[in-house]
């Protein structure tokens, strides 16, 4: 069974850069899509982007300026990185995968997800 | 982007009760439309896909329905594991997006 876990400082600078990885534990990287999402204290859910094995990636316009992901496949793992941080990006971090079901991808594997505190 | 409005923000009921919970989109979404359930601390989990399929696993008292704009989850008969909070995700336009969530909380 496939199980994803994040890792990365829990606490980051304002106008640093986040860097979080997630490991992908009994099943290969080199297969499906792997997402990033965040949730804010009290709030939704927000998508950040995804990364396909092949590499290519699409991210949420409001972030995609700040964004960056990449795969590690002789780890079996993928990164998130947010440059210039805010409070605004104060959440819990998400990693999950996208699996086909019916006529789209949807996330059928998560993380436990890791909070994530930028301070001043 | 794609508003999905939830409603209603809160349901309390009693276990054994009907829950109805409803998303609705500021377009349509065709039936590209999830729901996943969220308890505290924990990631969310996939219920249904493509409005009206049930993820593997999930109980037959789960249910949803819609298409275009207006959709609807409904747990026929809640048991004690059901309180909790449920999102729906549209994937029918880039990007995708969540509603605001449906806290269902014991009466």
């Known amino acids: 069974q496939v199980q994803l876990q994040e890792s990365g400082p829990g606490l980051v600078k304002s106008s640093e850069t986040l860097s979080l990885t997630c490991t992908v534990f009994g099943g290969s990287i080199n297969t499906y899509y792997w997402s990033w999402f965040r949730q804010p204290p009290g709030k939704t859910l927000e998508w950040i982007g995804y990364?396909?094995?092949?590499?290519?990636?699409s991210y949420n316009p409001p972030l995609k300026s700040r964004v960056t992901m990449s795969l590690d496949t002789s780890k079996n793992q993928f990164s998130l990185r947010l440059r210039s941080v805010t409070a605004a990006d104060t959440a819990v971090y998400y990693c999950?995968?996208?699996?086909?079901?019916?006529?789209?991808?949807?996330?059928?594997?998560w993380g436990k997800g890791t909070t994530v505190t930028v301070s001043s | 982007e794609i508003v999905l409005t939830q409603s209603p923000a809160t349901l309390s009921l009693s276990p054994g009760e009907r829950a109805t919970l409803s998303c609705w989109a500021s377009?349509?979404?065709?039936?590209?439309l999830a729901w996943y359930q969220q308890k505290p601390g924990q990631a969310p989990r996939l219920l249904i896909y493509d409005a009206s399929n049930r993820a593997p696993g999930i109980p037959a008292r789960f249910s949803g329905s819609g298409s275009g704009t207006d959709f609807t989850l409904t747990i026929s008969s809640l048991e004690p594991e059901d309180f909790a909070v449920y999102y729906c995700q549209q994937r029918g336009n880039w990007p995708e997006t969540f509603g605001q969530g449906t806290k269902v909380e014991i009466k």
């Open positions: 999950a995968r996208y699996s086909e079901y019916g006529g789209r991808h949807y996330m059928d594997v």
């Open positions: 377009q349509s979404v065709s039936s590209y």
């Open positions: 990364i396909h094995y092949s590499e290519s990636a």
